[in-house]
């Protein structure tokens, strides 16, 4: 078995260009034209012939210093500082260190404390939190929340307008709307889903929320709450998901969407010079929608791969909740046409 190769015989090769020469080479080209074919010297080709590994696994890291730690003295002190402050950045700590030791640390040797803190961090650190990536499927999962939009500073006539906006997110492909609203409350939920539902065409699987205290606070009556909410859900046939209490980034899709909605909307205002509306254009839902889906929608303005199940209208009323909120918007009564998965043939 031959030695590792070093990282300078290896960092020109690539894999695909390894690979590619054994094949050439067991199908009986000679050496120097299978090394013309892949693009390599013959005599780098010389040392592969009989390699057993790959190019990325010829060699292993290096372990070793080629110079003296700048640092050998002070890190005793510096990694006392990080353990009772963690939070303590590697350039924070180096400007005290030029302060206190005027010409002994050059500015070039930044990148050597940085690299020193960042491996103390992953071997003596304090521990870090653990997530797990969430593998999503072509129309399974919506998620929506409430988000406040004051701190936006909009105004109507030079008075504010303080306001919410119900947010809708399809998880798989990131497709999403809003609806303008001014109370986290069922009736607003309940809006707002549905002309999410009406505008997207077709209904997912399952809903995600959060633990809704808010619009269950507003209507007094948790009991309540849940039979219009089950009754809401079971119209169009959705499942409902809540997330732990006090454990927001399971429900992260939407709540980092709140975040780049927020700053598209404030970049737009700032690129429009005001905040005012004197016609009352910036209340209105489409505006914030124009701000949406620049990724997300396909040629045609719909989501991208992610509600490709057939779906048809039928005629149905939603029993438990009178007035609006059984008719989604657009509807000419409570009794529209509702849009829902096709069953299986």
Not at 318 to 340: E, K, L, V, W
């Amino acid at each position: 078995m031959r030695s590792p190769l070093s990282k300078e015989d290896t960092a020109m090769i690539t894999d695909a260009q390894f690979l590619r020469l054994r094949q050439f080479l067991g199908d009986g080209h000679p050496l120097y034209l299978a090394a013309l074919k892949v693009g390599m010297d013959a005599k780098t080709a010389r040392k592969y012939r009989h390699a057993d590994r790959l190019p990325s696994e010829s060699f292993t890291p290096k372990t070793w210093r080629t110079r003296e730690d700048p640092f050998q003295e002070v890190w005793p002190e510096l990694r006392d500082r990080l353990g009772l402050n963690p939070g303590l950045q590697a350039k924070t700590l180096f400007e005290d260190l030029q302060r206190r030791f005027p010409g002994r640390f050059p500015d070039g040797q930044l990148r050597t404390l940085q690299r020193k803190i960042k491996a103390w961090r992953a071997t003596e650190g304090p521990p870090k939190e653990v997530f797990f990536d969430q593998d999503h499927a072509p129309g399974e999962l919506c998620a929506s929340d409430f988000t406040c939009m004051n701190d936006l500073h909009v105004t109507i006539g030079g008075q504010p307008f303080d306001h919410l906006v119900y947010h809708f997110v399809m998880t798989y492909s990131n497709w999403k709307t809003v609806t303008v609203c001014f109370s986290e409350s069922f009736e607003s939920l309940s809006q707002g889903l549905q002309n999410a539902l009406w505008e997207l065409g077709g209904v997912p699987l399952i809903h995600r929320t959060d633990r809704l205290t808010a619009a269950v606070n507003n209507l007094g009556d948790r009991d309540l709450f849940q039979q219009h909410y089950r009754a809401l859900l079971a119209h169009y046939g959705l499942r409902p998901q809540a997330i732990q209490a006090r454990k927001a980034n399971q429900n992260g899709d939407i709540e980092q969407r709140h975040n780049r909605f927020k700053t598209a909307v404030d970049q737009a205002l700032l690129l429009r010079g005001s905040r005012d509306s004197t016609t009352g254009r910036l209340t209105n839902s489409s505006w914030f929608k124009s701000r949406l889906n620049r990724t997300a929608a396909g040629p045609s303005g719909s989501p991208r791969n992610d509600h490709d199940w057939p779906i048809f209208p039928r005629d149905t009323s939603m029993p438990g909740i009178g007035g609006r909120c059984g008719s989604p918007r657009g509807a000419r009564s409570a009794s529209g046409p509702i849009f829902t998965r096709c069953p299986a043939a």
